[in-house]
Each structure stands twice: as structure tokens, then as C-alpha cells.
């Protein structure tokens, strides 16, 4: 039996299909971008970087929109993912802004936090890019032992608490400079 909206062999779209990278101080969401690396992983793992950036761009672009003006700039986002996947040395894109990033599955008290950090950003005016990042995998790249964890422009805040709305305008405050 078929049910209306489902394709034969196709798997439907989860929201960890979708992973948010930065591509010219952007964030930009990227469709199957876990998948076309783990599949291009073992064979490309010792391959020149062109080759890798094009490979990618191609598997890539079947799922999601690219315009070919920043088609470059695209390879060079997903080499750095690529790159950071295998644990090999990558260059940081540098967003210009503000970057925050709570650490947590979903815990009240990492929502708690995630909240406060908008009212903050709200009350001091603050343009930023806030992601909180959900995925056990993903948090334990960032040798975090508690959660809630803060991470402000790379650098680790707090650790298994909220802080006080106080401390968190402060520490936004520094980071804005």
C-alpha cells in the first residue's frame, strides 16, 4: 500500500538531513551534506582539496540550490566540513559577527538558556549568530563535559548551568567589543 506523499525507495527529509554551515560569513542550511561526506570519505580521504571541493559541489548540488556565481565559495565550505569530518586541519570561516552556541539535547535548562541569550540579545540590541547545537556527536567535538554549555566566539563560558542574565549581557557585551 502506498500513502499519499510517500515515494518508493526515497527516505523522507529529517531535520538532521539539514546542517547549517557557513559559506561567505553566512550561515546557509545544506541538504545531505553528512551523507556526500561520509560517502566520499574513504576514497577521497588523501585527495587533493580541488578534487574534493568539486566532488562534493556536484553531489551537492543535485539537492540543494547553489547559484553559479558563489559555486567556489560552496566548495570551499564543504572542503572545511569535509576537512573537520576527518579530523584533519581546516581554515576557520570567519563570520564578522558574534558568534554564540549553546550545547545541549534539549533540556529545560538548555532552552532556558537558548531563551535567555535571545532576551539578552534583544535588550543590548546584539545581531549574532546563535545555534544550538542538539546532536550528542556534534557536542562532544567540543569536550564539553555538562550541559548546558556556552560557547562565545570559540571560547567556552559555562559549563552544566544557566547563567544569570547578567553575567551572559556582560560576557555578549565583551564579545561585541
Known sequence: M???GEL????????????????????????????????MAEEYAEGPDDEVGAGLLKRL?????IPNRVKENYAKAFLREFKKFLGKPYE????????????????????RLERDLMEVMAEIDLAADLEHVREIKE????GVMGMPALIINGKVLSVGRVPPKGKLKEWLREAQG
Open 2 to 4: 502506498k500513502l499519499c
Open 8 to 39: 518508493k525507495g526515497k527516505r523522507n527529509m529529517s531535520q538532521e538531513d539539514v546542517v547549517q554551515i557557513k559559506v561567505d560569513k553566512q550561515s546557509v542550511g545544506i541538504m545531505g551534506l553528512k551523507r556526500a561526506i561520509e560517502e
Open 61 to 65: 548540488s543535485k539537492k540543494n540550490y
Open 92 to 111: 576557520q570561516e570567519v563570520s564578522g559577527c558574534v558568534e554564540i552556541k549553546v550545547l545541549g539535547q534539549g533540556c529545560v535548562q538548555c532552552d
Open 139 to 142: 557536542i562532544g567535538k567540543y
